[in-house]
């Protein structure tokens, strides 16, 4: 972020309340659209350590402007950083011949940013506690004393996530501030002033319940955020500060901010889509991160379910704060709702550039009439509101709303659908989108895993396939399906992963009460087993889990350390994918026939776990376990996951339309590829082609290896992280131009895939159901959760079907939406063309429009046709060709050309056709504008333009019918309401319906060749 700093400069301050004052108030509206000239103009370039005023631009070229703060602080303070940082974090200044300690700081987006003198910057207040060490954490447990208390919240600030609520006061202001209103406003004085009284009425009616229905719906909105965000909780959340000492409770409850030992549950953790167990943080002095210790770190909105450790009886865990407010996971996920980034679309891009086109015109409209009016010896009244009227009519204020109205319309549809949006901006973007990425567990696959069965390492390889791991002997790899899991017990239920409770379900192992302080979890057989083997169940045929160390996506395993009753040894089991498990086994205890079988199942669609064990002696560390090497090879796990019967349908539905699909998982790749054969994403009859990617090292450069696809036991024994590690690889070769499957992807590798392709112009969509998913639906330029959980905040759009079927109603939903959004903003471009056209050719007259006749142009059959418009639902079918986006198109541009000249040539033809005929009787050269009313010209040029309404709206909407019934017989009452002169000749009329239809066929027939 770049930023620049200014201070305030007296004398330009009092000139710029003068100019306000002379303006009347013009000048702070314009300061108010505009910040950065407001800073500008009452402020001079300093270096920021002066600064008074920070002028920022964020990556996306937009600025802001906020005001330095400044808080003093205690002296005592200075001993948080250290004598030696003083200077960073303070500034001294003599008040009052005292010497005080200053605190430079600004706010932005939530976040605080102090001043670092050393680094001549301002910096996030996080940055502070960037080097603390594991060591250092635990040294925090004794908790903070009152005074280190008070400096730490003055320096960090209160803890809180904050969803800024405005007053409706507030909200009004803002609002009429809007340019849009500002414009409504002048249009409407202007008006009043030309008489226009019923019209202005109208138009200031309208102004007043827009606003209000928009007030109403802002602070709706803004109060349901807040709700949402706010939580119970167990202590004062804001009185939470950094290094602040906590004692979890062992009951289940919600609490923010917190790192130590607990069970959580995924409804409310981002990062995590399962219960996890969260262990405790060891004492090293490796610095302390929250993505490297993840398994050890709470993140705010953990809904803590269970937590043990050294409280009081053995119950609770000491947590130690380590960030706050929206510092932490959950702060930055609202800030992200709260402040999302701009939509890049070129539809909303050029709609301003072609604000300024109508500008453009409404200028040259502007002289022509000035000289017209001028010729005719008009006052000079008459000429400034005259010329002013025209910008009126170019430039219409309904312009801008002609943009939403199609995502309004689309966002009730898909509500009623089960599909809830967010940013309704991003339904017009579903319309561009090329190519979509799928998550596979849980999106195109069921959620669930089913045990096959377990293949045990016996003397001469693998055994038979054993469906029932119940089944199996007393022995080393029962014991470690039993014991090799993070569940826990919580009121007699377990909770944990779904595939560990699948597992232990499979052995018919129990998990009963803890059996003592230090062990985490005790394992017991069913009675029946013990008793059909002659035995009473006892505690003497239980295995107690002493240590467990989570799964890494990293290490891809997990470990645990089990005990049992007799002066047995200590067990160390380990389990995770196949291909690591194997490497930290000793060789000759993997059969030969590994890497077939794996290939085999892996093929079939299979998901398959590896388990090994070892014996430790009683001098080990058991804080090395999870390093340990030269294990025992046990076996293998096979599990079954299903393909949601869904998923193949939406596949071939988005691949007849065209649109490229993309698996992106952390599975094996050939589970991948079984999954993407079953769902449609890889033809039966294509080619595989594996890719291994090798990062670089001192030693080499990165490399790719192709292997055919019966051949891809290489590529499947390593993680293919094309995009991190090969990443400049990969942009400037056609790989990933043409790569379907992503396999053993991190979360952050999905979120760099997704940019990645942005960056080769593809308007990417992504669909995942887990929290993990989390970074990529929110980079990708549509996201859509599968998940209620932190996933759902995360992204545009939440579905509450649990299939990917919202895939192909969501595209189909954008295109209608752009295509309504796009029709409506040129149909109400061309209406203003079509009533410039009049005002122009009457003025030439003499003459004008009558008030009554613009209102019932623009507020009936105008705002009829334009509702009528918007309320075509999408088509049934996804077709390849994508509906344009783009307003500045030559094809746009030449098409409102063709029809302003159609418009142009039609409006003089049923002129010169009124003036040729015999009864024409000439209007009162001696009057001007509406006093001029009732005239042929004007009736003439009404009828036609009325009937260039209809056919506008029916051409660019290529087929919306409209009954031209009004210029024929409109009746005595309505033609005297509208002040329109009553012509007889029916042969006349029908002249001009013809007129009306010609012009329909030849718009029509220009729009639909094109």
Known sequence: MDVQGYRWVCWKVWFCRLAAVLTLGLLLILFHWRPRLAVLARCSSCPLALADVLLLRDGFGQQYVVQVLTEEVADNSMELLGDQEDSEWRDTVQLHKE??????????????????????????????????????????QNGLSPLEQSSRRHIYGPNLIDVPVKSYMRLLVEEVLNPFYVFQVFSITLWMVDKYYYYASCIFLISVLSISISLYEIHKVSLKNKSVIDAVLTVSSENLMFNCTLFTPQQSTTLRNMAHVATCSPSLCPGESVPVLKTPLPASEGRYSSDSERRHTLFCGTQLIQAKGRGTGGTGAIAVVTSTGFFTAKGDLISSILYPQPINFRFYRDAAKFLLFLGFVALIGTIYSFIVLRRSNATVLELVIRTLDIVTIVVPPALPAAITTGTIYAQRRLKRQGVFCISPPRINVCGKISLFCFDKTGTLTEEGLDVWGVMEVGPTGFSELVSEPRLLPRGPMLYGLACCHTVALLGGQPLGDPLELKMIESTGWLDSAFGGYRVLAVMRPPAQQLQAEG?????????????????????????????????????AFIKGSPEMVASLCLKETVPAQFSSILRTFASDGFRVLALGHKTLDGKMDLKTVERLRDMQFLGLLVMKNLVKPESAGVINTLRLAQLRTVMVTGDNILTAVNVAKSCGMVGSDDRVIFVHATPHTAQSMPTLRFHLGEGGATAAAGSVEVITQVGPLIRHSPLILSTGLYARMAPDQKTQLVKELQKL???????????????????????????????????PFTSKSDNISCVPLLIREGRCSLVTSFSLFRYMALYSLIQFCSVLILYTMKTNLGDLQFLFFDMFLVTLLAILMGTGGPSEELYPRRPPASLLALPVLGSLLIHTSMIVLGQLAA????????????????????????????????????????????????????????????????????????????????LLVALAALNLLVCFLFEVCI
């Open 99 to 140: 010497e005080k300690m200053l605190l430079r700081y600004y706010l932005f987006e939530g976040l605080r940013y102090v001043w670092l003198a050393r680094k001549g910057a301002f910096c996030r207040v996080s940055v502070l506690n960037e080097d603390w060490t594991c060591s250092d954490l635990h040294s925090f």
């Open 535 to 571: 035995t009473v169940s006892c505690p003497g045929e239980a295995m107690a889990i002493i240590r467990r160390f989570p799964f890494s996506s990293a290490l891809q395993r997990m470990s645990v350390v089990t005990v049992a009753p007799g002066g047995h040894p200590a067990l």
């Open 761 to 795: 112009n593809y308007r990417v969509g992504m669909c995942g159901d887990g929290a993990n998913d989390c970074g990529a639906l929110r980079a990708a330029d549509v996201g859509v959760s599968l998940s209620e959980a932190e996933a759902s905040v995360a992204s």
């Open 911 to 990: 002129l010169f056709v009124t003036i040729s005929q015999d009864w024409y009787i000439p209007l009162n050269s001696t009057k001007s504008g509406a006093e001029n009313l009732p005239n042929m010209e004007d009736t003439c040029v009404f009828a036609l333009s009325g009937f260039q309404y209809i056919i506008m709206a029916i051409v660019v909407t290529k087929g919306y019918p409209h009954k031209n019934w009004l210029v024929l017989y409109p009746g005595p009452v309505i033609g005297k309401l509208l002040q329109l002169y009553n012509i007889s000749d029916m042969n006349f009329k029908m």
